[in-house]
């Protein structure tokens, strides 16, 4: 395999995919207006419902969808981090790196937020736990999280480059032990260390 | 005032709240629809897009929207956890009851999955820091996230209802603690602890 590798699955140009970006743009867009915009909100609501009435009648039942979503790539596809499915993830795109590390760079917006014009505290661990799930994977053990610790040390900025790495640190039986971090300009902002224990759900069948 | 009291905004009927609550639906209907949908995914990404055009068109400028957002209510409008106006919120509803602590009950849908049919760690732990803020709001005394530890019990489930729970335990100087958690069925799924630090990132102006 050529490295760095891609870790998460690629966004398509057409399909799924291409709903799911604009509909990224909505999620955006509708933070950006606020209360005090003139746009005709019952209208775009009506628009909206329209087309989620059309998109639920033709969909599939949750059990069957459920067993689809877990076969071939799997959770890359589908989850709300690196998803392109996922109308919630930003989507980070991360790539496994020879020395056995996993990072990606993103910027973020106004859905985001925590405090005024900085990455929520919460969506950082979000952000990292799932980067330590896939450094799990890219060191070929993977695992539940245990324990996560975050340490926040400054803001992360909101609207410039952030990046997120990962790495597995150590293996003691079924004890994981990986490490991340969330920086900006080159400076850590958020670090975090996880356990994980070396079992899966099963899959849905 | 009443208690227990409601610690997030309401959501409204109209304005921007309804397309917010449309813009959800469109979310999770793209999530269970999948690659393997009839429906015309060109059509729905034109449409959407055509949407957020009109939005984009109509809003505020980004720093003038930022001083918006940080007025009044502030983040509960917005924010990624309770924020009527963030389609990226599920939304949780938090009361503070006379004890001193926080709690809300919510159903998480596909968005939300980490391992088949299970919440992902990461949303777990964002929700249980945004409660942990919340929880320090209704005791009095707010902090900037320091460090959060987050124990994953057994896994939580998806499309059941979820109690998130939260409560200031000390402060010592400009140090807090506070504790939470995210449980099913009456059972603890996901544990947490917060240090918090007595300062705030200042509000646009």
């Not at 069957?64 to 890359?76: F, K, N, Y």
């Not at 919630?88 to 590390?101: F, I, N, Q, V, Y």
């Amino acid at each position: 395999m050529a490295r760095p590798a891609q870790l998460v699955s690629e966004p398509r140009d057409g399909g799924v995919d291409a709903a799911v970006a604009a509909a990224r743009r909505i999620v955006d867009a509708l933070l950006q207006a606020g209360e005090g915009t003139d746009a005709d909100m019952t209208g775009v609501a009506k628009q909206l419902h329209a087309v989620a009435d059309s998109l639920e009648d033709q969909a599939p039942a949750r059990e069957e969808r459920l067993v689809e979503m877990w076969r071939g790539d799997g959770i890359t596809r589908h989850d709300p981090v690196t998803g392109p499915e996922n109308a919630l993830a930003p989507p980070l795109r991360l790539t496994g790196d020879e020395d056995g590390s996993v990072a990606g760079t993103l910027t973020l917006g106004l859905p985001y937020q925590g405090p005024p014009g900085c990455v929520h505290g919460g969506v950082s661990a979000l952000l990292l736990d799932h980067t330590l799930g896939v450094a799990n994977h890219w060191a070929g053990l993977v695992g539940m999280t245990a324990e996560l610790t975050v340490r926040y040390h400054r803001p992360a900025p909101l609207f410039e480059p952030l990046t997120v790495s990962g790495r597995q640190v150590s293996v003691d039986g079924r004890k994981i032990r990986t490490i991340g971090a969330l920086s900006a300009g080159g400076r850590d902002c958020v670090t975090t260390e996880g356990l994980f224990i070396a079992k899966q759900v099963p899959r849905p069948r």
